[in-house]
């Protein structure tokens, strides 16, 4: 046997040994997503990315549409071990800490997803993110941006000045902060309250979800004016696991699930991309205006958003640490002075 054989043939021992030791391994994880949803069947890719890059050592037992617990349990359920993972969001445990909002939706900050993953991986946000994780015994793995949402309207919604006295459904927290301070007047409501509130009048518009998500949800059967490309609010969904079942994998079953992760993130971003494009062109040929905000508007909201955002970073040094992080890389982009 030459040397070069006896080289290979060790190399594949190697290789076989480290893979022989990865025990393996079932992570429970709930999503809030349905399997029908887009990122319901991202989410569903992503599993068969794990389980076959990890030759079947991992298997991923998925609970869909929060089937094991309601959506703002997820979290403590990893916590507690009753799930291993939670895939929803960030932005549902503010209750716990304030800091989360700002590793769930930052509200004014980021124009793109891509803008935001690069503080999340280029940036110090996962360093800065991760500390708040730990600190729940959590480990955060990584995120999935589908971009930016769109507000809805029954009335024009061309810049700032057409939100004063505006009624819409908001989502609670930050925002409601932000739009009252610019004229607005947000009405927390459950999701499934926004079509009756829509068709009844008692609201003018809603912060629901992305222009392609709202089109699936009928929104613009009802009201006929909304802005794109968005500017408020891009949320983030994560993949947060047990810091205890995270530190007992292996390394190598780690690197495929973080990897395997990025992938998905990127590929929910693109998709959704397409997916605004198209429907922006659809609805615009129904007869739905679209508003594009001038510059001199969305910095009139990022400045409203960064003044809400030190009232929350007063709160405490976790929701400190990371306005000041996201700020600091606003400004290496160029987006806040």
Not at 224 to 251: I, Q, R
Request: aromatic residues 12%; proline residues 3%.
């Amino acid at each position: 046997m030459n040397f070069k054989s006896i080289l290979m043939g060790t190399a594949a021992a190697a290789m076989l040994a480290t893979t022989a030791s990865a025990d393996p391994v079932t992570l429970r994880i709930q999503t809030h997503y349905a399997t029908e949803h887009p990122t319901g069947q991202f989410l569903q890719t992503w599993i068969d990315d794990v389980q076959t890059m990890s030759g079947g050592d991992i298997t991923i037992e998925m609970f869909y549409s929060s089937s094991v617990v309601a959506t703002v349990e997820t979290f403590d359920a990893a916590i507690n071990g009753i799930l291993d993972c939670d895939a929803t969001g960030g932005a549902y445990q503010t209750g716990k800490n304030p800091a989360f909002q700002f590793v769930g939706d930052i509200m004014g900050g980021y124009d793109t997803p891509w803008q935001q993953y690069s503080w999340l991986y280029h940036g110090d946000g996962y360093e800065a993110a991760q500390a708040l994780y730990n600190d729940q015994n959590m480990q955060l793995i990584g995120w999935s941006i589908y971009g930016q949402e769109s507000m809805s309207s029954s009335k024009p919604i061309a810049g700032f000045e057409d939100l004063k006295g505006w009624k819409f459904r908001s989502p609670p927290g930050l925002e409601t902060e932000i739009f009252e301070k610019l004229g607005a007047s947000p009405i927390v409501m459950d999701f499934t309250e926004i079509f009756t509130a829509l068709e009844t009048g008692i609201i003018d518009g809603a912060d629901a979800s992305g222009l392609a998500n709202n089109v699936g949800l009928g929104i613009y059967d009802i009201v006929k004016h909304a802005t794109y490309p968005g500017f408020h609010s891009m949320p983030s969904d994560h993949l947060a696991c047990n810091l205890d079942v995270w530190n007992g994998l292996t390394e190598q079953q780690q690197r495929i699930i973080d990897t395997a992760w990025q992938k998905l993130s990127f590929q929910i971003a693109l998709y959704n991309e397409k997916a605004n494009s198209e429907a922006a062109a659809a609805l615009q040929a129904q007869g739905v205006t679209l508003y594009d905000w001038s510059a001199e508007d969305r910095a009139t909201f990022r400045n409203a958003a960064q003044a809400a955002w030190e009232g929350w970073a007063d709160k405490n040094p976790e929701t400190r640490a990371l306005v000041e992080s996201h700020k600091a890389y606003l400004k290496q982009l160029g987006l806040i002075n």
